[in-house]
């Protein structure tokens, strides 16, 4: 899979859906699917919610082929901003109107909103942490690897399994302010 | 998202490859350590690089990471345990280092900040991903995309369950462990009349998949992934992969077979309508280009669900209108099977001679449920029409049912048929059904 890696899939990715091949299409969705289901799921809390979000971000990538710029980084933090954005505004129309409806204060809304887009800002950050990181972490946290087996999985030192584990989560705890704490430094890390 | 270890430990320069030495300290932590005054840790950091840190961490396998010092030095003990905090606030850790990390939090301010920090962090790491997408998601996502803005290179139809079927089983590697990549698999055919069985893997299941896929692919003109140019027939090139695939590790095999499929799609959208009479060579017997592909998904979900069975997985079947479209190829394939079944001695002779074109005896095979139709066999010889005015026997069965007796995964005998009518023509249409499978 890593053969076309990226950006160079990513430009060519872009020019197919331009040309309107549904192959593509269904290529793009093969890859970015789950993010963008999970990263909307998280947001809204909602399976429906999701698929909507979903056919939306996927209906706008195919609509809007160009709007994809290369030089801004990858297609996968692009459809990844766009989610979030989709899935946060989502959240707050869909508050708004429950407010409206006496549900809840302003505060309580804000609070949720606030909380839904740190979440959504940890995602981000986790989509486009360096793939080192994002593999560690992945093994240790969903497939609960201890670091040994972590460590032996992606064949480094046990050392540098928790340095992984540890540089993953220190760079994902900036989510919980806008600016991250040391955020440029993590960041130059790639 | 899944990258492969191969990507990790050759992947463009990130912090720590084992050539460079790894960043010690991450900028935050510094941070939280330039706010202690303790001098205990700035000699804990002076001493970081010794030797003795590197013993401490070699030799505390299994052991209480040097909780306590046991002579490592005031330094050691926390170095080690403040490199333990990531995968202390993950579960990560033996039950020794977690004891260890947790006594060392009760005095040491910076680390207790930094573990707190962590373990919230692990708190914003999403509880589940997108596991569980709703297969059919995929298909209703194209379809709300493709009403907004047609495609101008559509996927033809009769690619589309090839499309579907290749998509389901690369989701379902996707959520399956690594661990079960080697997970055996039961593959089960009909030959020589009986039901033969085969032990397998996923990995092994994989391949044999990329390789039939190349006979498809070696008609379009792409590379045949065996560099054999399409020569040979399922089972013969399935044979010579196997022989000659190193044991393959783990992951590897995915890539090129996805990747192939998608190749394929893209070609056969690229060559429109007009490839779909393109023959496609299976050695013995040739089918067109776009019964090709319905084979192709067809024996795509046959072994997806094989594989899901073996790492206990819920995997579907097709939906309605992509099984209806696989049940009709067997259907279309049941009168030829039948004949040659016949010249090799396995069927009941001919009982009239019938004119090419014209009805001859008929068998009405009625599939039910989703993806069911009317079919009507003509028995006597390919070149005849099935006919309602000529029905001798009817088969009814489920349409999940019949694939699976397509598939070789039931044998004629065992069937969930309704049969009524002449029971040898009966008997000749399951076994001519059940003789479709190989391996």
Redesign the interface.
Same mark, same amino acid.
Do not use: I, N
């Given at each position: 899979?890593?053969?076309?890696a990226p950006p160079r899939w990513d430009r060519r990715m872009q020019q197919r859906l331009a040309?309107?091949? !549904?192959?593509?299409?269904?290529?793009l969705?093969?890859r970015f !699917?789950?993010?963008v289901?999970?990263l909307a799921?998280?947001v809204l809390d909602d399976e429906d919610a999701a698929?909507q979000i #979903?056919?939306e971000v996927?209906?706008h990538v195919?609509?809007n082929p160009h709007a994809y710029d290369p030089k801004e980084g990858s297609m996968r933090a692009w459809i990844a901003r766009l989610t979030n954005r989709r899935a946060v505004h989502r959240l707050r129309q869909s508050e708004s109107a429950a407010l409206a409806d006496g549900g809840g204060t302003a505060e309580e809304l804000e609070l949720k909103v606030d909380r839904a887009a740190?979440?959504a800002r940890?995602?981000y950050i986790?989509t486009s942490m360096?793939?080192?990181?994002?593999?560690a972490?992945?093994l !240790?946290?969903?497939?609960?690897?201890?670091?040994?087996q #972590?460590a032996r999985?992606?064949?480094? #030192?046990?050392?540098? !399994?928790?340095?992984?584990?540890?540089?993953?989560?220190?760079l994902?705890?900036t989510?919980?302010t806008a600016r991250g704490?040391?955020g440029q430094?993590?960041g130059s890390?790639? | 998202?899944?990258?492969?270890?191969?990507?990790?430990?050759t992947?463009p320069a990130?912090?720590?490859t084992?050539e460079q030495p790894?960043?010690r300290d991450?900028?935050?932590?510094r941070?939280a350590h330039a706010g202690q005054d303790g001098s205990a840790v700035r000699e804990a950091h002076a001493g970081r690089d010794a030797p003795a840190v590197r013993e401490a961490?070699a030799g505390q396998?299994g052991s209480a990471a040097g909780s306590g010092g046991g002579g490592g030095g005031v330094g050691d003990p926390h170095r080690v345990l403040k490199?333990?905090?990531? =995968?202390w606030?993950?579960? =990560? %850790?033996?039950p020794e280092e977690t004891l260890a990390v947790e006594e060392h939090l009760t005095d040491c301010g910076s680390c207790a900040e930094?573990a707190v920090?962590?373990r919230?962090?692990?708190g914003?790491?999403?509880t589940?991903?997108?596991?569980d997408?709703?297969p059919q998601?995929?298909s209703?996502?194209?379809a709300? %995309?493709?009403n907004?803005?047609?495609?101008?290179?559509?996927?033809p139809a009769w690619a589309q369950p090839y499309?579907t079927e290749t998509?389901r089983l690369? =989701?379902l590697l996707?959520d399956i462990?690594?661990g079960e990549w080697h997970a055996p698999v039961q593959l089960r055919w009909f030959e020589e009349e009986r039901q033969v069985r085969r032990k397998a893997t996923v990995v092994s299941v994989i391949g044999h998949l990329m390789t039939v896929d190349g006979l498809v692919a070696a008609a379009l003109g792409l590379d045949d992934p065996l560099g054999m140019a399409g020569d040979g027939d399922p089972t013969s090139r399935t044979e010579t992969y196997w022989l000659n695939a190193r044991q393959p590790p783990t992951l590897t095999v995915?890539?090129p077979w996805?990747?192939q499929s998608?190749t394929l799609?893209?070609t056969v959208?690229f060559a429109g309508g007009g490839a779909a009479e393109l023959g496609v060579s299976y050695g013995a017997f040739t089918l067109p280009l776009e019964d090709a592909l319905l084979e192709r998904a067809f024996e795509c979900w046959v072994h997806a669900d094989d594989i899901a069975r073996a790492v206990d997985y819920p995997y579907e079947p097709p939906t309605g209108a992509h099984l209806h479209k696989l049940i009709d190829l067997a259907a279309r394939l049941l009168p030829g099977t039948l004949a040659a079944r016949r010249r090799a001695g396995l069927a009941a002779p001919a009982q009239s001679l019938v004119t090419a074109g014209s009805p001859g005896r008929t068998l009405h095979l009625e599939v039910e449920g989703p993806g069911g139709g009317d079919w009507w066999i003509p028995l006597d010889s390919p070149a005849a029409v099935g006919s309602a005015d000529r029905k001798v026997a009817h088969i009814a069965l489920d349409g999940v049912e019949f694939c699976q007796l397509a598939a070789g995964h039931v044998s004629p005998q065992e069937a969930a048929a309704g049969q009524l009518g002449d029971r040898t023509a009966v008997r000749d249409v399951l076994f001519a059904a059940a003789s479709l499978s190989r391996l």
């Open positions: 899979m890593a053969k076309d040309r309107g091949e !549904a192959a593509a299409l269904g290529e969705y093969d !699917a789950s993010l289901h999970s799921h998280r698929d #979903t056919r996927f209906g195919w609509e740190a979440v940890a995602d986790v360096p793939a080192p990181l994002r593999e972490l992945e !240790a946290y969903f497939k609960r690897f201890d670091y040994r #972590t999985r992606l064949g480094v #030192t046990e050392d540098e !399994a928790r340095r992984r584990l540890r540089l993953g989560l220190q994902l705890s989510a919980h704490v040391g430094e993590y890390a790639r | 998202m899944s990258g492969t270890p191969e990507t990790t430990t992947g990130h912090p720590g084992p790894p960043v991450a900028p935050a932590v941070e961490h396998d490199s333990l905090l990531g =995968a606030a993950l579960a =990560a %850790c033996s930094e920090r962590l919230d962090a692990v914003l790491l999403q589940e991903r997108g596991l997408l709703d998601l995929r209703r996502v194209l709300t %995309c493709l907004r803005r047609p495609a101008r290179v559509p996927v499309d998509a690369d =989701a996707s462990d690594p995915r890539g996805r990747e998608h799609l893209r959208s």
